[in-house]
């Protein structure tokens, strides 16, 4: 297997549930895991799963069939009113606007400097109703940032606490999903998203995920989500599936090349050296970095994101040089 550098395991979280009388923040599916002797680490204040039975095997599992995460600590924001469309346009550097109801959009938002406040999920569920998955780090930051941009033109509604969150991601999660959720859904095309009810409450099932492997990522209310993790590991026992940690979710992305912020990216980062410049659309219109990209753009990079190959078994840890 090809490795590439720098494979390391980054956690960023942000819990749901209460915290305990240990001072650490638990996720709704926080006794799932512990009944499956996951490895939980403590990171930032909350208890989150590395590791179920070894990282390789469930980055391999993964890549082989299905696995299931646990991404609860990711944070959701909403954007209401006429002018939502409008407003996320001149936060965002890809064009929402040019997609239909019902699709998604990975894009940066960047600081007038072009530096990348974040990435992120634009999922567009009507001209007037923007939801948006952030990263996990960032979450009071991005909601602090949309209603400074938003400048009171439209709602922006922090519903991080509302969600929890379920990736199924492997060439066999299109099946394990169409089990639970209709036989649409593995037919549904990359980067679309569909609302179902599940047990009673209203679930959003999204052909998205960090892996490069097909498959979906669920947001559903925190009532049911340990409900759903049961359904879905018992569904798809014959698909080979298994629940997977963030240490198989950080090494699977890496493999892809798939930024994660605060290590590939930052705020002194912009997407053109990142190497994710097809996200930034210049002839959309104005929006918050547009000047500094385009003179970017026009001059020439000084610098960019790479990946090398690791051919050899050596494993390069995190800050080698």
């Known amino acids: 297997m090809t490795r590439l550098i720098r494979c390391y395991i980054a956690l960023s979280g942000l819990a749901?549930?209460?915290?305990?009388?240990?001072?650490?923040?638990?996720?709704?599916?926080?006794?799932?895991?512990?009944?499956?002797?996951?490895?939980?680490?403590?990171?930032?204040?909350?208890?989150?799963?590395?590791?179920?039975?070894?990282?390789?095997?469930?980055?391999?599992?993964?890549?082989?069939?299905?696995?299931?995460?646990?991404?609860?600590h990711m944070g959701e924001l909403e954007l209401l009113g006429p002018k939502a469309l409008a407003v996320v346009q001149r936060i965002v550097t890809n064009d929402v606007g040019s997609v239909r109801p019902g699709k998604a959009v990975y894009t940066p938002a960047c600081l007038e400097s072009g530096g990348i406040v974040d990435d992120m999920i634009v999922y567009k569920v009507s001209d007037e109703d923007i939801f948006i998955c952030v990263n996990a780090a960032n979450k009071d930051k991005d909601y602090k940032?949309?209603?400074?941009?938003?400048?009171?033109?439209?709602?922006?509604?922090?519903?991080?606490?509302?969600?929890?969150?379920?990736?199924?991601?492997?060439?066999?999660?299109?099946?394990?999903?169409?089990?639970?959720?209709?036989?649409?859904?593995?037919?549904?095309?990359?980067?679309?998203?569909?609302?179902?009810?599940?047990?009673?409450?209203?679930?959003?099932?999204?052909?998205?995920?960090?892996?490069g492997e097909p498959g979906g990522e669920v947001y559903m209310p925190n009532e049911v989500a340990s409900t759903m993790w049961t359904e879905l590991l018992d569904a798809g026992a014959d698909l080979g599936v298994g629940p997977a940690g963030l240490g198989a979710r950080d090494t699977l992305r890496l493999e892809m090349k798939y930024c994660l912020y605060g290590n590939d990216i930052d705020d002194t980062t912009t997407p053109l050296e990142a190497g994710i410049g097809w996200t930034v659309k210049f002839n959309k219109g104005d929006f918050v970095g547009r000047d500094a990209l385009l003179r970017q753009k026009e001059e020439g990079l000084k610098r960019a994101l790479v990946a090398f190959v690791v051919e050899d078994k050596g494993i390069p840890r995190h800050g080698y040089e």
């Open 16 to 72: 749901k549930e209460q915290a305990m009388g240990d001072g650490l923040r638990r996720t709704a599916l926080y006794d799932n895991h512990v009944s499956a002797k996951a490895k939980m680490v403590p990171f930032a204040g909350y208890l989150m799963p590395v590791q179920y039975d070894g990282i390789v095997a469930e980055h391999l599992r993964v890549r082989a069939a299905v696995g299931i995460f646990d991404v609860s």
């Open 145 to 211: 940032w949309f209603v400074q941009q938003a400048q009171g033109e439209c709602e922006v509604r922090d519903r991080s606490d509302e969600f929890s969150q379920v990736a199924v991601q492997g060439p066999k999660a299109p099946e394990l999903l169409g089990r639970l959720f209709g036989s649409d859904v593995p037919g549904m095309k990359p980067f679309t998203f569909v609302r179902k009810t599940y047990k009673g409450a209203d679930v959003i099932v999204a052909t998205t995920g960090y892996t």
